[in-house]
């Protein structure tokens, strides 16, 4: 378990054969990954790009489909209102969690990890729960619907109800790079600010605002990206204001019109790869903000600011415990808005009737195979990129398709798979229909920002582990199992963890896949609410919250047993 | 703690995808069943099946009629269903028109009124039920805003009721393109339109199911829901203030019909499915839900629906409706879709 136990020498016998066996394992690990990869993201996305410029026949149109498209004064709309309502979202949210990170890391207000939590709570619940609960405050029977005229509306449905559930459901992650990007200082520019006499505004706009810049620029990407790519949000709040994710739908689902389908996916995807291509050009950019000589900068107790601060986060974690509770309320009240008495009917229509119960241990049981499945591939998949040698060509190839499902939206993905592994010629094809193929679509989609986790925690890892080894002669898969996994399990488990609440909570993928017996929870929260059922969709709902916030209570756990249990070294760590 | 051997656990992972891959072993009869009917009626419908059936099963794919209707055109070449169950006649026309369905003549067919079957011998499909248009009205909300209660379709299209009706979306839901063609053949295409322009001023959403406009004026979101008469009914029996409306012009409506897939491997369990599905048994489960039953024999009066019902529903071209089906969602989708979102 410790850097010893790696170091120890291998019989020199089998020392010909272990080289051998490690040049094909560390190869083929990479090319493996590369080819799984390939099939399920690239091959998929490159199907899109295909049928765009073919018939319903399959026949060669070129630019037809795209003429028909602008010409269709109904789809063009759409782009521009997903345009409109990504671009508020982003304008509304990123300030709003900016404020809230700089309380937390730069102000002395109390209780700052109960914020912390509370801020992060959203990452629990489909954003349907977000959409579902602004109804019940604020649709036309509202519990605060006084409030709309207040500010100058006269309706929830449509922009107004679609930026406030994106608030709600893109907070957290706008949110936790702020915090990163917040989290150091360097405390000499403060103090040659104060000494110069320089006014607050004036050092936060020049100082603090400027060591922020890259953080500020990635969660309005991400809070950008999320926003055009959103389904159920749109879907169940948004009255008459189509958007793209909204128009996939209606052609692939509703009209099976495919090719159309692509040809809106494609234009879907154009925003979010802008998005992409611009955070990655800014980051590239990022220099070290702290060097040797920095000083961390702690702030100091404000009376004011600290007040006022504490109110606005106190403010923020209400917002998010409101959307949250409302919901849980209106799954156990009778018959909103007429009869409030308590009720667990919703539960039991949903399970009985609807035939639910089916759905939520699919969710389940896919939830559980994407975090098993998934942490053992992205984790591999990281050190087979990271740690291994040889088949350099390939390392690039991987990294870009590792970090491609960032910009790709779940329904564009979805449309791809069902063009790729639908088609008869494919003998994937026996996918179809399978949880495999949701399992394998989720892990796709929310790959990247596993992998980044991943690719981190390595990279802690001094280089000299793999070289010793090397020198040695001890197989790196030895080195793998004793050294780096053991270090890097708290990683796994978040990994894990990532993907199954993730997968308890997505539906603009797997609303394309799924089939008759691999329905999932999340995507009969739609259709119930689709059926005028918004008390069971309620329940449900509030059934995956509940679901996803114990599997994290449970995994936090074990990640402190694991801590205290293997990790004893990074308390005992000798300096270097 | 054991080293892991990363070829042994590759292996294990991809043991795990096969698991995850491998379909359940059949034991029964699968049937895969194509349906619009409402989720909370599958169940009984199901149950009373497998009384007389236990041996085979069904795997319900259900969506809304305009859904169906469009996947099972998509998938022609290669169909997945065995049976289509449950579906508007006007769709099952177009099945028929498409060479998809098997002619047969279910047990008893006899029974069925000759306007509730398709007319050829054998018939392409069988009807079940008669679903029509009703719109639900809720009391509470019209007081507080002095809302008049609507009589007729006309009445809709004045301005008391502007932004508070809602309709299902005709292009994904049975209930909204039997509203339409009625519209259509009630006040002739010309009058029909204009009508829909004016009824399009006063509509605060078009949703995308024939349930929910009754969920939303059930629950007070909005005044007026164009639905029918099952889900008014439902929605009322659990406590909701409204009324249920049939508006005196005519009532827009259409068959709910079940047919077998030709091309189905299960053909012994398709023709059970149809012979159940016009049984005493199937029947008396239908009438509890519509007021009119293809078997006019086990029709039995409906709480809250007029006893002339049958007499209210328009004259009904199932073949002209059929034909221009694609016709008139385009024209629908160009006056009411293309224009930017009401309000």
């Known amino acids: 378990m410790t850097a010893e136990a790696a170091s120890r020498p291998a019989a020199a016998p089998e020392a010909r054969g272990v080289i051998l066996g490690e040049w094909i394992a560390a190869r083929g690990g990479l090319v493996l990954l590369a080819s799984g990869l390939l099939v399920f993201l690239t091959l998929p996305l490159a199907m899109i790009l295909m049928r765009s410029f073919e018939d319903r026949a399959g026949a060669f149109v070129g630019l037809a489909n795209f003429v028909r498209y602008v010409q269709t004064p109904a789809l063009a709309q759409s782009t521009w209102n997903t345009l409109t309502f990504a671009a508020i979202a982003t304008v509304v949210v990123v300030p709003m969690a900016f404020l809230f990170a700089y309380a937390i890391q730069r102000t002395c207000i109390p209780a700052k990890g109960l914020w912390r939590s509370i801020a992060l709570l959203p990452i629990l619940a489909p954003s349907l729960l977000a959409a579902i609960s602004f109804i019940y405050l604020f649709g036309n029977q509202g519990l605060l619907r006084g409030l709309l005229p207040l500010a100058g509306l006269s309706s929830i449905y449509g922009l107004p109800g679609m930026v406030l559930a994106m608030a709600f459901a893109s907070f957290p992650h706008a949110v936790m790079i702020l915090l990163a990007s917040l989290s150091l200082a360097d405390a000499r520019l403060y103090e040659a600010a104060d000494a110069m006499g320089t006014s607050a505004l004036r050092r936060f706009v020049t100082v603090t605002l400027p060591s922020a810049k890259y953080g500020l620029v990635s969660a309005a990407m991400v809070t950008f990206t999320m926003a055009v790519s959103e389904f159920g949000v749109p879907k169940v709040i948004g009255g008459n204001y189509p958007v793209l994710a909204i128009d996939i739908y209606k052609q692939v689902i509703g009209q099976q019109n495919f090719q159309m389908g692509a040809v809106v996916g494609l234009v879907l995807l154009v925003p979010a790869v802008v998005a992409f291509v611009v955070d990655a050009v800014v980051q590239r950019r990022q220099k070290a903000l702290m060097s040797a000589r920095s000083v961390p900068y702690a702030p100091r107790p404000a009376r004011l600011r600290d007040g006022l601060m504490l109110v606005y986060v106190v403010l923020i974690s209400a917002y998010m415990l409101v959307v949250i509770l409302m919901a849980a309320y209106g799954s156990v009240v009778k018959f909103w808005p007429y009869n409030l008495s308590f009720t667990f009917d919703h539960y039991r229509y949903g399970f009985e009737e609807a035939g639910v119960e089916h759905a939520y241990g699919n969710s389940l049981v896919m939830a559980a195979l994407c975090a098993v499945l998934g942490a053992a591939i992205t984790f591999a998949g990281a050190y087979w990129v990271e740690k291994t040698r040889g088949a350099d060509a390939l390392r690039p190839v991987v990294r870009l398709q590792a970090m491609l499902p960032m910009a790709v939206p779940g329904m564009v993905l979805g449309i791809g798979y069902i063009l790729f592994f639908n088609s008869p010629a494919n003998p994937l094809n026996v996918l179809y229909g399978t949880m495999a193929i949701l399992v394998a679509s989720t892990i796709v989609h929310f790959y990247s920002s596993s992998h980044l986790a991943a690719v981190t925690a390595l990279k802690q890892l001094d280089g000299e582990f793999e070289s010793v080894s090397a020198s040695l002669k001890v197989p790196f898969y030895r080195t793998f199992g004793r050294v780096t996994l053991p270090v890097c399990l708290p990683t796994v488990i978040d990994i894990a963890r990532y993907y199954f609440v993730n997968a308890m909570t997505t539906i603009s993928a797997v609303v394309f896949l799924y089939s008759p017996k691999t329905t999932l929870a999340s995507i009969s929260i739609l259709h119930m609410d689709e059926a005028g059922a918004i008390g069971p969709a309620a329940a449900m709902a509030t059934l995956i919250v509940a679901t996803s916030a114990l599997v994290t209570v449970l995994s936090l756990a074990a990640e402190h047993f694991i801590l205290r249990r293997t990790q004893a070294w990074r308390r005992a760590a000798a300096p270097a | ?343």
């Open chain 2, 1 to 343: 703690m054991k080293p892991v051997h990363g070829l042994a656990w590759l292996a294990s992972v991809a043991a795990l995808a096969a698991v995850a891959a491998a379909p359940a072993a059949a034991q029964k009869t699968q049937l895969t069943v194509y349906t619009a009917l409402e989720t909370d009626q599958l169940k009984a419908y199901q149950e009373g099946f497998n009384k007389a059936h236990p041996d085979i099963e069904i795997t319900w794919v259900r969506d809304s009629t305009g859904i169906i209707t469009a996947k099972i055109l998509a998938e022609k070449a290669a169909p997945k269903a065995d049976v289509i169950m449950g579906v508007a006649a006007t769709s099952m026309g177009l099945f028929d028109a498409e060479g998809l369905l098997l002619p047969y003549a279910p047990a008893g067919l006899a029974r069925v009124a000759a306007q509730y079957r398709d007319p050829k011998n054998p018939p392409a499909w069988v009807g079940m039920d008669v679903w029509g248009a009703t719109v639900c009205f809720n009391t509470v909300e019209a007081a507080k805003r002095n809302i008049p209660k609507p009589e007729t379709w006309k009445d809709l299209t004045k301005p008391a009721y502007k932004g508070q009706i809602v309709m299902p979306h005709p292009a994904s839901s049975g209930t909204g393109f039997f509203d339409v063609t009625a519209w259509l053949q009630l006040f002739g295409e010309a009058e029909g339109w204009k009508f829909m322009d004016g009824l399009h001023e006063n509509i605060a959403q078009y949703m995308h199911s024939g349930s929910r406009p009754c969920a939303a004026a059930a629950a007070g979101e909005y005044v007026v829901g164009i639905s029918f008469e099952y889900r008014a009914n439902r929605e009322k029996a659990r406590g909701a203030p409204i009324e249920l409306v049939f508006p005196k012009e005519g009532l827009g409506w259409d068959l709910e019909a079940s047919g077998i897939v030709k091309t189905t491997q299960k053909l012994d369990a398709a023709k059970k499915l149809l012979d159940w599905s016009i049984s005493d048994a199937a029947m008396a489960l239908y009438a509890n839900n519509f007021a009119i039953v293809a078997v006019p024999a086990m029709s039995k009066p409906l709480p809250n629906v007029p006893a002339d019902y049958a007499s209210r529903l328009v004259k009904n071209d199932f073949a002209w409706a059929a034909k221009n089906r694609e016709r008139i969602l385009a024209e629908w989708s160009k006056r009411y879709e293309s224009k930017a979102a009401p309000k």
